[in-house]
């Protein structure tokens, strides 16, 4: 006996395909049929799944929450099993206090390869009160488009919502949207009972944000079940054109922290100005030593070892559209600080910047002092060739040759009376930069299923000038990455005020699903 | 009819006027009868002082505490009253809030000429966590030597008191210890029944470490109670040899603010870094374009308009114990920041120091972004000849000389969008240098009566390095002014665990009472 609401459902699916067939045979090099039917079900869906989003971004999900963490992780278990995915499990390393991982998997009758679907769960810390006025960071609210261009918060309601609306909320861009677009796209494939070419795994991270400190050892335990053909990495925003965007590869990341020493103990600048030396000077010499006028870094070497672009990753390269004057304008400056490098090109070059500088007191606390010590944050971003390590060490080497004696402790005061000039180094652990080639095979099958859902040109980054720890897929899992954000690029990421506009998470889905059904 | 005591007074004073007689007889060139008769009655009296001087460090004097100051000053015209001085009053100007200065006077029979002491009785703010443990600003703490050499608190008993202990406490060396001294003296000098040749006043002030906020409107509202032949500003420490000092000057003072920018929105340094400009690269470069390799200020004209030493100064200079290398091995650095320049002729310089400087954040607090803007405040010292407008103008001329658009305030969005380069300068209310002369005949005495107490070779600087506002002296009154200081050097003035080395204060009572006795 056939109940009403089976009838229901089988007319719909009949509906559903039927419009599918329509659109596959009628489909040009654009849009695709198959994402034109994913839009048919988010638009059917779309009220359900952002009353989902909500209940979902309403969980605390930052570092220091590991009830919060906990709740999530339980709530997207939960998102799994209702969409029918197999396996649902947490993996949670060998470690004490190990924020797990989620895995599950659909098992493609027939498929001989896999494909892995990484997003990250957990957010950025957050300071409430640095919100805009009326927003929470775990109640998500509803923006009749960008807050900084003045629009307005309005109630969530039962109506259709316009795409260019945001979520405000932290984690609503980085990475919640990740786990909702893939988790929806597969709703939408399964509800549309298409049939795919590759074994589908979900793997959603909960320590990104605190440096995925744990990913290795759930990698080693976890080595066979994470067997694929390559993983896609759902995290991030697209390109500043808005262009629908696949990355080959991150920047690897390192740090040296500087500090320099005038006197023993703070000097009246009147009594002792300009006899003792004032290391707020000293640091600003070195430091400027480090970059000549035009923004390149000046220290040896530096550039050295950079492997050369391919003819690949030129050509892509050339056909990314143009943002620099958007973002120029977007961010208030005139000039790039290398003077004719575009965006495009800067964040392919290994790079040297200044996170943070102290030297005593400025504004109202300012005293009339010469300081004991001045300290530096370097920021040293690698692309493919350079050795975080050895990159490292062209600072330090550097700052021998302007005569200084570095230590990586405080000084002796033997040694304070025996050196002019002492530095401190510090280096931080880091990573090298990670590409996948252009003209992988895996990585082909993807521009080729992204660029079925829409008809603008694909912006292909052969590296994002972040850095994300992707070495450790290579190093633990043999495995190949390919990132495919969705967010909007003004998405206030690791910032107050984060937010998703509804449209990229509508396209992020179409994406996903596109994806999943690759050939 | 005699009472006891009375006989015993005059006993007394009469054996004190033989010694003075036999002193004035056999003296040499070095201390005279006059100051050992100070001697033998700072000894008799100094338990009691020293039990005196406990009660008034007792009394809080910051800015903050406007009872506690009344207070003070209650307690320093009780301590006038009992001294014989007449006229004791408060000159509280005309301003709501005024911290009054306390007034009070000596008339000499047929004298023709008035000196007037000044010290101040206000301290600089505290931060008791900040204080050497088992130590409180306000309750002044007996130590047998220097706390920072390792020396121990030990307990004020009726027993003699070893001349190298030290009285920890706010105020103890600045400025209470001038008070304390000029009273003293004035009481010995009394006691002895010995006959002056100035009339003498007393002019002590409550808002000194507060900037002497309306010292020219008491000196306005009093200017004929106020007339003199000079000041002796008792305040500050001697030099750094032990020696004691005469300073005829000091340096004047003003500030310079500045403030570059970077992105309008702080971001993240691998997805922009080296295509935004980083501010504080910028503040950086524009720092050390200030000054050369050999520590000489590189801004143009930044020393023209010095005035050159006199000979008498510069032959004073000559005579100065070098005391460069022990300072050096006490604060522990190797070169001073000029080469070859040492301290004594670096303070008769005009400086430019980096009070603070500060971009992003470092150490823990330090994250991976470009920050969005980058500050320092740079203090400059001034000398005679110098105008600190026009000094600060040479520093605002050469940031434009470097391609800065210079404004006062926060730039607007279209300047930003029109200007690479733009700094907010903040230039700081100052004032300039003042310096008596060297030949002058009121200074001359002066250096002869703290010569006739020492058989040390006295420290004549010209300048302090520090600065005063001892023009208003000069604006208001057309008075001199002479500073004779008395406090050790490393009394860790404006910091945490004040102190006073008991010698000094003893030395100090023998040095204000010869200039009380001068001719």
Request: overall charge neutral; hydrophobic content about 40%.
């Amino acid at each position: 006996m056939f109940s009403l609401s089976y009838i229901k459902l089988s007319l719909m699916r009949i509906i559903l395909l039927l419009f599918v067939f329509f659109s596959l045979i009628t489909s040009v090099n654009a849009q695709s049929g198959a994402t034109l039917s994913i839009r048919s079900v988010r638009s059917e869906k779309e009220i359900e799944w952002i009353k989902e989003y909500r209940s979902f971004l309403s969980i605390p999900n930052i570092a220091a929450d590991t009830i919060g963490l906990k709740q999530n992780a339980t709530f997207i278990m939960e998102m799994m099993k209702s969409r029918n995915i197999q396996q649902v499990k947490l993996l949670n390393g060998v470690s004490k206090n190990v924020v797990p991982a989620i895995y599950g998997e659909v098992i493609t009758p027939g498929a001989v390869k896999t494909i892995i679907f990484y997003a990250h769960y957990d957010g950025q810390p957050v300071d409430s009160s640095q919100w805009y006025k009326g927003l929470s960071p775990f109640v998500p609210t509803l923006v009749n488009g960008s807050l900084e261009k003045g629009a307005n918060i309005i109630p969530f309601e039962n109506s259709k919502l316009n795409p260019d609306w945001r979520i405000y909320a932290r984690g609503a861009s980085d990475d919640k949207a990740g786990v909702m677009a893939i988790l929806s796209a597969y709703e939408a494939i399964n509800k549309l009972g298409l049939k795919l070419q590759y074994n589908i795994k979900f793997f959603f991270e909960g320590e990104e944000e605190a440096g995925s400190t744990h990913l290795s050892e759930i990698f080693q335990q976890n080595e066979s079940l994470l067997e694929s053909d390559g993983w896609v990495i759902c995290d991030g925003p697209v390109h500043q054109s808005g262009n629908k965007s696949i990355i080959f590869g991150v920047r690897g990341d390192a740090h040296v922290s500087i500090t320099v020493y005038g006197p023993s103990r703070p000097l009246h600048s009147g009594h002792y100005g300009n006899w003792a030396p004032n290391p707020g000077l000293m640091l600003a010499q070195l430091l400027s030593s480090m970059k000549d006028d035009k923004g390149r870094v000046t220290i040896k070497g530096f550039y050295d070892d950079t492997k050369p672009l391919t003819s690949d990753e030129r050509k892509a390269i050339s056909t990314i559209p143009p943002v620099g004057d958007q973002m120029k304008k977007e961010l208030k400056f005139l000039n790039e600080e290398m003077e004719g490098v575009s965006l495009e090109k800067s964040i392919l070059m290994p790079s040297l910047n200044i996170n943070g500088m102290q030297s005593g007191n400025v504004g109202k606390k300012a005293s009339n002092v010469i300081p004991i010590t001045a300290s530096a944050v370097i920021d040293l971003r690698l692309v493919p060739g350079n050795d975080y390590q050895l990159q490292q060490q062209k600072v330090v080497k550097h700052i021998k040759s302007k005569g200084y004696y570095v230590i990586n402790r405080d000084p002796t005061d033997e040694e304070r009376s025996k050196y002019a000039k002492i530095a401190t180094i510090n280096l931080s652990d880091g990573y090298n930069a990670q590409r996948t080639s252009l003209s992988d095979p895996f990585a082909q099958k993807i521009v080729a299923a992204v660029q079925s859902t829409t008809k603008e040109i694909l912006v292909l980054l052969p590296s994002m000038g972040g850095s994300l720890p992707l070495f450790l897929f290579d190093k633990y899992l043999k495995a190949k990455t390919i990132t495919v954000p969705i967010a909007n690029h003004d998405n206030n990421q690791h910032a107050e005020n984060e937010n998703i506009r509804i449209r990229n998470l509508w396209n992020g889905i179409e994406t996903m699903a596109a994806i999943m059904m690759m050939k």
